[in-house]
């Protein structure tokens, strides 16, 4: 729910759309703040850092002012955004049914740290996405075949970009991940080129990029089933110390 105040916007993350328990998927509010910049265009890429977990069921303050979006709660600094002149790279397609077949290897079916997470924790079918990455044969690749549910849209119908920046994050950090490893975003870039459809079927597919001292690098894309891209993203996790 929200109240708009002028530039200024109260924000409450329902605990639907959580990653760590008790606090929101970090894709989904990168998506929440970057829709504050640029609504529904998608002329650019959004760089959106995390600060601070964001809390849920909490009233939270986003502010849009010029190229720059920012989330706080009280005097904490928790999200912000700001347009980047960026092209990102995608990892390369994998057709639908390779990507769900890949799903069989996914780590967090022998471990997963959040297993109530919005986007690749073990929820009920409609009520959390259910992406399972698992490593694609012959290739340095992850998969999973997205089903997208049709409890995921706006008012409108329309799955909002929340939801695809949901999609695209967790993906980049299981390119990395055995079982019951895990990191927090620390960073999310994407751009999205073309709507998701409630009830489409998607690739979803990351790969790993590197690693420096607890920074973990991946990128990961979504793929129509035709291999029409959908949308791309790059991430910085950070492993805790």
Request: with cysteine; charged share 20%.
């Amino acid at each position: 729910m929200t109240t708009a105040a002028g530039l200024q916007t109260v924000v409450t993350v329902p605990a639907r759309f959580r990653g760590p328990e008790g606090s929101a998927n970090g894709g989904w509010i990168a998506g929440t703040v970057s829709e504050a910049l640029h609504g529904a265009r998608h002329d650019s890429a959004v760089e959106v850092t995390l600060h601070a977990p964001t809390p849920l069921e909490s009233e939270l303050d986003l502010r849009q002012l010029a190229n720059t979006a920012t989330l706080t709660h009280g005097e904490t600094l928790l999200v912000e955004a700001i347009t980047v002149a960026e092209d990102i790279e995608a990892p390369a397609f994998v057709p639908f049914n390779e990507a769900a077949h890949a799903e069989r290897g996914f780590a967090g079916l022998t471990g997963h740290a959040f297993p109530g997470c919005f986007a690749c924790g073990m929820r009920e079918p409609g009520d959390g996405l259910r992406i399972f990455p698992g490593r694609v044969e012959g290739a340095d690749l992850v998969a999973a075949g997205w089903r997208v549910p049709m409890t995921v849209t706006d008012q409108d119908g329309v799955v909002p970009d929340a939801v695809v920046w949901a999609a695209l994050d967790c993906a980049t950090g299981w390119a990395h991940f055995g079982p019951g490893e895990f990191a927090l975003l620390g960073r999310l870039t994407a751009r999205v080129h073309r709507r998701v459809y409630p009830g489409g079927t998607y690739s979803v597919v990351a790969r790993a990029t590197g690693r420096e001292g607890r920074k973990l690098f991946g990128e990961s894309a979504i793929y129509e089933v035709d291999g029409t891209l959908v949308a791309a993203a790059k991430a910085t996790w950070i492993v805790p110390a």
